[in-house]
């Protein structure tokens, strides 16, 4: 049933490979987790930051010994990895890829590929001149989930495709309004930063290049609050925002005290307050939005992306000429319908979804190793990347102009 990831997991990883990472954030933890966990398949030798006390911070909580730089350039030129991870603010992506590169270093680069297309061309110009991989993070395709919903379509058990919907209920993105992310410059908006996932599961889903976009987006719930302050410490209503954060107040646990740490950091050494307001910050992208995409091959997909949900999760609808699929990754679960006799077909994935991203995250590390090692084609790389965006930037613009917009 699940030889997408059965393969994954049975790969045996032929060596040790050094690994260098640009950008001391969150995704950085995913990693530095990883090869805590599974010394043997890699080793952290230098991680890159413009702050480095951030870097340094992640290393002590993960237990790994690694050189700290402010300069990738002088890291790759000191380490001489084997391949560079980058987690840096989307819109910075586009410099180290090419730098590696040009160094024939494998990459794997954090989703989006970049917020525009023209800094995704620059990476697609130097990943073709390079012998080296660019390997794209859409994790979420390594995912049991959506690994198998993905079988389960190309089997042809659901027949001719209709329609898919797409739907991402994420309560932890409210902190997009309080991060980087809530600015198109950096992160391109949400339809970029956060919705380039699900483009890109609704373009390897239907197996057609998209024909047209219809997006429409609103911020309905975090906007300026007069009541409050820019910042929670100064916010005379705190006792009553479920959204305060106490920067002075310890953490429940260790990871959520180290994380404010390396927030005071970026606070301290010129970056924005750890505690900015998610109604008063100021921001130029929206907290729900729907999105529609035609496809050539006459497929229909909705994608719904709402921040304002009582829970996370991803969840997906299929309809065939022959039978339907409900699928969601929070349970772990999937259902198949078959349209004419009515019976059903269940998938219980729920041992199989453990850790980041509904599993995915492992799986998606050890696939991009089995990568490198190998020099295979990436299962994901700079045309789906660069796919994503195109659709992503599309729904942007739609939502400014409120028309149809034709890929």
Request: charged share 25%.
């Amino acid at each position: 049933m699940m030889s997408v990831v059965k393969n994954i997991k049975d790969n045996s990883i032929r060596s040790k490979m050094k690994i260098a990472i640009v950008g001391a954030g969150g995704r950085t933890t995913t990693f530095l987790n990883y090869f805590s966990q599974h010394p043997s398949e890699g080793e952290v030798v230098g991680i890159s930051d413009v702050i480095p006390e951030k870097a340094e911070l992640l290393l002590k909580y993960y237990k790994i010994n690694a050189q700290v730089f402010k300069d990738t350039e002088k890291m790759l030129d000191t380490v001489k990895p084997d391949a560079v991870i980058i987690c840096t603010p989307d819109f910075a992506h586009v410099e180290p890829s090419v730098l590696a590169l040009k160094q024939k270093i494998h990459v794997l680069c954090e989703k989006p590929m970049s917020t525009t297309l023209e800094d995704c061309d620059k990476i697609i110009e130097a990943a073709k001149k390079s012998s080296a991989i660019f390997y794209l993070g859409f994790n979420l395709r390594h995912g049991p989930v959506h690994a198998t919903v993905h079988e389960v379509i190309t089997s042809g058990r659901l027949g001719k495709i209709t329609t898919i919907e797409a739907n991402e209920y994420y309560y932890g993105g409210k902190t997009y309004f309080r991060r980087w992310n809530r600015f198109q410059k950096f992160g391109g908006g949400l339809w970029i930063t956060k919705a380039c996932h699900d483009f890109d599961l609704l373009n390897w889903m239907a197996g057609a290049d998209p024909a047209s976009v219809y997006a429409t987006a609103s911020l309905s719930h975090y906007k300026a609050n007069p009541q409050g302050a820019e910042q929670c410490r100064h916010c005379q209503i705190q006792h009553e925002c479920p959204d305060f954060f106490d920067v002075f107040t310890t953490q429940p646990s260790e990871w959520e005290q180290v994380w404010k740490e390396i927030r005071m950091t970026t606070e301290k050494n010129g970056g924005e307050p750890a505690d900015l307001c998610l109604f008063n910050a100021k921001k130029d992208t929206f907290d729900n939005g729907i999105a529609v995409v035609n496809y050539k091959n006459d497929i229909r997909a909705t994608y719904t992306v709402n921040v304002l949900a009582s829970r996370s999760s991803r969840q997906m609808r299929v309809i065939g000429t022959d039978g339907m699929l409900e699928a969601d990754m929070e349970h772990g679960s999937i259902e198949v319908i078959e349209r004419h006799s009515g019976r059903k077909h269940t998938y219980d994935l729920r041992e199989m979804i453990a850790g980041g991203h509904g599993g995915a995250d492992d799986r998606m590390i050890k696939d991009f190793l089995h990568t490198c090692h190998l020099g295979k084609k990436p299962k994901c790389g700079w045309s789906e990347g660069r796919l994503a965006v195109e659709v992503a930037l599309a729904a942007r613009e739609s939502c400014q102009r409120g028309s149809v917009v034709k890929l």
